[in-house]
């Protein structure tokens, strides 16, 4: 019998609900059981792909397709876990399968009505991942904040499992404890407030989770358990931290894994968060830096937004770094001012570039001069996605004397599209037909043997994610290939080109998929591995 705990949060959001949800996972796994964490997302949209980054951060892609919630990428990184379609629901998507059941007649004339028949089909979805995983522990977290209109049908969801199978069920709570720089003391009222909002839904939370920039103290913890009936052992300090993947361990430290397992009545099979704790001891002590420039557009809307539009890219670089001993700075190039082919020697100060994935015309020329530069240059140079696009590009321009090459995604009318679209997208898009359409998911990916992607992967099969529309225009394939292009990853099925790479350069690849996507904290990804080997050569260290 699977147990759950539902997280939801409390006085406002991006406090780290996330994080939260996938460092209570950790902790249950270091105690010896498989976990697995659901992201309810209380929006229309049925699922993130139609989102513009900007607002609502990247769009995170299961190895299935599913286009979804930042968080589903924490909890991968965090846990370990390939996650799917199942992981994942919107209030969209429960009323759209609903609503298809009732057209079915799968109500059999029943009058369908928002409480329970909502409520009961994210039940139902609920226990579908506790049948499909066998999962030991379910984590789900409800997104926004206890109060809000559009999670309160989520929240009689967990309302009525926790009433249904009790001493199956808990619901965590983590809150905000504002320090206002006038008063300079921690201030509970305002989680003492969001307990009470909780409570009138019907529940009562039986964890909290402190969340501030400082340890909560003994006197604030106090006030919290009276003033929230619940006892000084289930409320959690969960300061701000220099990285994230430190938190499961500050957890561990107040005894977290040992009062889930009291409350629900198990005994822990192991107690060993080892290879996380060597892992923080590398984050802790790198041996050296490497400066990492990230070539985008999007990037005049200040560092804060952009963490969110990039993080697996970010949490990627970081991965790799750590591996190998080094701490990365990363520093956001905007594409824009290199548009004139100005100010590309700022360039030489980084030990790699990176050109990440993107979507429009802005900003793009500036990236190709960019990647021209650093091919010219011996820069070390990883592409991703558009990243390989504007690479084809660039070399079908400077190499192969197609002036004109360029993407039907930047002009419609182009007369060299060495970058096009598959016909079948062309169908969808004459149709409107945008949600969950792009080539979406994991696909197969060949690898050239006596290239340096195979040196990377050490293999010639290998499963990517994708994210995309466009494609390299296998037309140009002989001609690119013939001026020196290396086409060293192939999907076979579709013959689509997966990875190109250049010799006689220090480090010069780029792929159509997205491989920030499985790279993991404990397994960085081979092609940011490559790159950070390349940069600490560079660099000279
Ligand atoms: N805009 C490009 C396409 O749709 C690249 C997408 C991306 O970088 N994810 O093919």
């Not at 008063?183 to 989680?191: A, F, I």
């Not at 629900?264 to 590398?282: P, Q, S």
């Not at 824009?336 to 793009?364: C, H, M, Q, W």
């Not at 050490?458 to 020196?484: A, F, Q, T």
Request: aromatic share 8%.
């Amino acid at each position: 019998m699977a147990k759950y705990i539902f997280i939801g949060g409390g006085v406002m959001s991006s406090v780290g609900k996330g994080i939260t949800t996938a460092s209570i996972g950790k902790v249950l796994q270091g105690r010896g059981y498989t976990v697995t964490a659901v992201k309810i997302d209380p929006y229309i949209n049925v699922d993130a792909g139609t989102m513009n980054p900007i607002e609502h951060g990247e769009v995170f892609v299961t190895n299935d397709g599913t286009e979804c919630d930042q968080d589903i990428g924490n909890y991968e990184r965090f846990l370990n876990l390939d996650l799917s379609t199942d992981n994942y629901m919107t209030t969209g998507l429960v009323y759209l399968s609903v609503i298809q059941k009732e057209r079915n007649l799968e109500f059999e004339g029943k009058c369908v009505e928002v409480v329970p028949d909502i409520p009961n089909e994210v039940i139902a979805r609920i226990k579908k991942v506790e049948q499909k995983t066998g999962a030991d522990f379910i984590l789900i977290e409800i997104g926004g904040t206890v109060g809000e209109y559009q999670n309160m049908l989520f929240l009689e969801a967990a309302r009525i499992m926790k009433l249904q199978e009790p001493e199956n069920v808990l619901f965590a709570l983590v809150s905000y404890l504002p320090i206002p720089s006038v008063v300079g003391e921690m201030k509970t009222k305002p989680t003492q407030t969001a307990v009470r909002t909780l409570n009138s839904a019907g529940i009562q939370p039986d964890l909290i989770f402190g969340r501030s920039n400082r340890p909560m103290d003994e006197p604030r913890k106090r006030k919290i358990s009276i003033f929230c009936n619940l006892r000084e052992e289930y409320i959690f300090s969960s300061p701000d931290v220099e990285s994230i993947y430190e938190i499961p361990v500050i957890f561990e430290e107040q005894k977290l894994g040992d009062k889930i397992l009291e409350r629900f009545n198990v005994k822990e099979k192991d107690n060993n968060l080892n290879d996380w704790k060597a892992l923080i001891e590398r984050i802790k002590a790198p041996k050296k830096e490497v400066q990492i420039g990230v070539v985008g557009k999007y990037f005049e809307t200040g560092e804060f937004n952009l963490m969110d539009s990039y993080i697996s890219v970010i949490e990627a670089i970081k991965h790799a770094g750590w591996d190998q001993n080094v701490k990365p700075n990363i520093t956001w190039l905007s594409s824009s001012k290199y548009e004139n082919g100005e100010g590309l020697e700022e360039l030489n100060n980084f030990d790699a570039i990176i050109v990440p994935g993107g979507f429009g015309t802005r900003g793009t020329e500036g990236k190709i001069k960019a990647i021209e530069y650093v091919r010219k240059n011996n820069i070390p140079f990883l592409g991703l996605c558009l990243g390989l696009q504007l690479s084809v590009i660039e070399y079908a321009r400077n190499i192969c004397g197609i002036k004109d090459a360029t993407s039907r995604e930047f002009d419609e009318n182009g007369k060299n599209l060495v970058i096009d679209i598959m016909e079948e997208q062309k169908e969808l898009l004459k149709n409107n037909n945008y949600g969950g359409t792009m080539r979406l998911g994991s696909w197969d990916c060949n690898i050239k043997k006596d290239t340096l992607a195979y040196n990377l992967y050490g293999s010639e099969d290998i499963k990517e994610r994708h994210r995309h529309r466009y494609e390299v225009d296998n037309n140009y394939r002989k001609i690119l290939e013939d001026n020196g292009l290396i086409f060293s990853g192939i999907n076979k099925d579709k013959d689509l080109v997966e990875i190109i790479e250049l010799k006689n350069h220090p480090y010069f690849i780029a792929c159509q998929f997205h491989p920030e996507l499985k790279s993991r904290p404990l397994t960085p990804h081979p092609l940011f591995v490559g790159l950070m080997k390349a940069a600490i050569k560079k660099e000279g260290l």
